[in-house]
């Protein structure tokens, strides 16, 4: 090797590293501060940081005059049963009452009852901050009929800012019916629309915390064009061969944290999709389900662009896929800019994955000169065991080749021990060859 190049490698890496920190440090910080009424109430929130705790007590500190009283909204004050009939209305009036409110409030819906809504919108924007306390569960209807003016949704919360949500509680989107309609399950079936369990969309400073997704329809947890999110301490599962249910969906969303999260589900764990800036996913347990993947992209000859992608400290268990890139023929964009570390894969296949001929489809697709460019990846400490003879696939465009990807400290063996795991990369330009096993053919 080049004298020069072996200095080239830890000063690119420690770069990348530098910039990740920088583009996330604007939003690190807990900026969803309770008053001190609902402090003592409820106790310091799971999941908040000491940052944020001191915060907190210097805030409450130089405060001269006493906190405005927080608004106590209960769902059962509005004739919620929870007993199995449509509490949908009551959830509603409940939402109005604590959106309106003038001081911060916090909307209850207690423990020990399962509460069955059909699809409900909760518009914002609120007066003041709101925290919505799931203690129990909320179960989504079975009956098709009820998703008849939106077959894509079933819990939105859209323009909600200043917004938190937790409590211990479950959300369950009921999906078996829906699986069983999925033409990926039964291919006589045609292909339909299901609901997105919840979707957060067009919100700013928005805290998801200490929560149970379960079963949904389609994907469990979708961000779409939000600013400043924090997904934390989540458990989302479903069983491995239910269609499409995603853990937690990322488009058009800018600066957002997810950590400590497991993830069990039948397809995707993490998606990452296009106009998604400033994404870190820490602290991750994937598994069963498709991996952790930045796409697709591209689609239908469609712009995309990611940028500013961090994965560090994720366990990847018996998944089809381990940290994917995948994008179409015949789209244009790039995905770029992105970090996976500190991986640990057990009996994963495909660990690590570039698919650039990626088609979701029965039909062959058709072969096409753009695509979506790929640059600046780098996977470092990596390693585990691959269920596929080809434990790195790096299967990059001919006219877009694959630019600016360094595998470092990347070691990859079979499962089956008396294998040898293999390397395919396909129109790559490795900056420069780092430390990985196995290597290129």
Avoid at 27 to 32: A, E, I, N, V
Wanted: charged share 20%.
């Amino acid at each position: 090797m080049h004298p020069q190049r072996q200095y080239w490698l830890p000063i690119f890496l420690a770069m990348l590293v530098s910039f990740f920190s920088f583009s996330f440090s604007s939003y690190q910080g807990d900026r969803f501060v309770t008053t001190r009424d609902q402090y003592r109430r409820f106790g310091s929130p799971i999941g908040v940081d000491s940052e944020s705790e001191t915060t907190l007590t210097r805030l409450y500190g130089r405060a001269n005059a006493p906190a405005s009283p927080t608004k106590i909204v209960n769902v059962d004050d509005f004739e919620a049963k929870g007993d199995g009939t449509d509490d949908s209305k009551a959830f509603m009036e409940a939402w109005e009452e604590a959106c309106s409110s003038e001081n911060e409030a916090v909307l209850v819906v207690p423990n020990n009852k399962i509460y069955h809504l059909k699809p409900i919108t909760f518009s914002g924007p609120c007066k003041s901050d709101l925290t919505m306390k799931i203690y129990g569960t909320i179960k989504a209807s079975v009956r098709l009929s009820d998703y008849s003016r939106d077959p894509r949704h079933w819990l939105v919360f859209e323009n909600v800012n200043n917004f938190r949500v937790e409590g211990g509680g479950t959300i369950n989107g009921n999906g078996k019916v829906w699986w069983r309609k999925s033409c990926k399950v039964n291919k006589s079936l045609p292909c339909n629309d299901a609901p997105t369990a919840v979707t957060f969309y067009g919100c700013k400073n928005v805290r998801v915390s200490s929560l149970r997704f379960q079963n949904s329809q389609k994907m469990h947890l979708t961000f779409q064009y939000c600013v400043n999110v924090r997904a934390l301490n989540l458990l989302v599962i479903a069983p491995g061969n239910s269609p499409n249910t995603d853990g937690i969906h990322v488009t058009g969303t800018q600066n957002i944290l997810i950590k400590n999260c497991v993830i069990r589900t039948g397809d995707d764990c993490i998606s990452i999709v296009s106009g998604s800036k400033n994404v870190r996913a820490t602290d991750i347990i994937c598994g069963p389900g498709h991996g952790i993947s930045i796409g697709s992209l591209g689609a239908r000859n469609s712009e995309a662009f990611v940028s500013n992608v961090m994965v560090n400290r994720a366990r990847l268990s018996g998944t089809t896929n381990g940290v994917r890139i995948k994008t179409w023929q015949g789209g244009s964009g790039f995905a770029k800019d992105i970090l996976f570390q500190n991986v640990e894969m057990r009996n994963v296949t495909n660990p690590i994955i570039i698919d650039q001929h990626y088609c979701d489809q029965e039909k062959p697709c058709q072969e096409q000169a753009s695509a979506v460019q790929v640059s600046n990846v780098v996977y470092q400490n990596i390693k585990g065991t691959s269920a596929s003879e080809v434990a790195i696939k790096l299967d990059c465009s001919k006219q877009f080749p694959c630019r600016g990807l360094v595998l470092q400290d990347v070691i990859l063996r079979l499962e089956e021990e008396d294998a040898i795991a293999k390397a395919s990369c396909s129109n790559v330009r490795l900056s420069p060859p780092g430390n990985f096993l196995p290597r290129c053919i």
